[in-house]
């Protein structure tokens, strides 16, 4: 059977990147930059105090001590913003903001709390002079103009995510629009005739639909837009009607739940065996063997197990790599650590996904992971209680407690 890993790459390998829009930055928080952003200028621009205190010339210093304290002059008070007139001459200081530049002839800058003087400093009042009892070296206290960022330098590759700090950056460069790749239009549809829509009364046998709104969830979360088709009934026909309303939508990916399995009701494998557009079917992975991909009218299609579990995982392993894949974005593991198994876990040999709490153990100083509780398929409750996947290679059968497993962190 397909290993998990080989069918990833075998989607990837079907898929096309979407086009790039221009944004305001205001809104291109968590999308994906469609081009490099090389530095236009400086970060910081100009060379500055990293304090408040009293611009200077170290060697006016080098002497000071508790004993022998050096009286320097204030000639020149410099606020943020504000451009410097005079030049430090020997013992002048000149008292200055964080983030001012500074005046000609300072080459550090002594924190206000290491001055001393008889006088009070405000706003209002600058001292003439303060007095400084230990020296400091060149450089102390200033932020070099291109330490942060040199100007021309690459500021952030394609294909990286925009984070807050990430939209903060590009500000800081003077950068007010920015190319990311559009959303991922992905069509949802959950099939099932035991699938009542939410608002309707749960009669004998039925169920509510959530895998639509999971799905939906994990779409956004993974940058893409959800367009819902609903709830399609367990037959051929059915499928093939909504899937034409998927293409007419304009998905660039179709996933959908359910009916890929073994019964005589899985009517969306059955759809896609019709059109022989079937590119694999089952993979070596728990939960979520039954997953499908394909293709439908050119439309990539993913067929997730109905069971909400395999739906989570089989989405978290193919469906999010793939819309990250087609925004331009590589990195789609998520933030893995290295965790101590609290107590035995079996397997039976497929790839396995434990759905876990990992926990930093003070005590030890050890992440400690546990089952976040039953692990059958249609254990939701597990599954938004867990924090982490764990994950179980192929292959292996038995892990001891105490043994180290590899964790993907989830977002809370
Ligand atoms: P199937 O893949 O059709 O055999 O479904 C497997 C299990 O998942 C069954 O217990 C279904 O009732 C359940 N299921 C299927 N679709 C959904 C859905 N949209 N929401 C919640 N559970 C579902
Ligand atoms: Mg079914």
Known sequence: MLSVAEARSRIIARLQPVAAETLDLAAA???????PVFAPHALPPFANSAMDGYAVCAADVAAASAAAPVT?????????????????SAGTVARITTGALLPAGADAVIPVEWTGTDLPQSAQFCPPSIRVAQPLEPGRFIRAAGSDVPQ??????????LSAAAVGLLAALG????????????AVLSTGNELVPLGAPLTAGKIHNSNSYTLAALIQEAGGTAIDLGIVPDSVAAVELRLADAVQQGAQLIVSSAGVSMGNLDVVRQTLEKTQRVEFWQVNMRPGKPVLFGAHNGVPFLGLPGNPV??????????RPALLHMSGCAQWERPAVMAR??????????????RARVELDEHSGELSARASGGQDSHMLGAMASANAL???????KSVRAGELLKAWLLPS
């Open 29 to 35: 928080a968590g999308r994906i930059l469609a081009q």
């Open 72 to 88: 320097l002059r204030v000639i020149e008070d410099i606020g943020a913003g504000q451009i410097p007139k005079s030049t430090l």
């Open 152 to 161: 021309a330098s690459l500021a952030l590759p394609a294909g990286a995510r």
């Open 175 to 186: 950068i007010g629009r920015v190319a990311v790749a559009s959303r991922v239009r992905v």
């Open 310 to 319: 395999s739906a989570i995982i089989a989405f978290e392993l193919f469906a």
């Open 341 to 354: 198994v609290a107590a035995d876990m079996q397997s039976d040999g497929r790839e396995t996904y434990v």
């Open 390 to 396: 764990l994950i179980i290679p192929a292959g292996v």
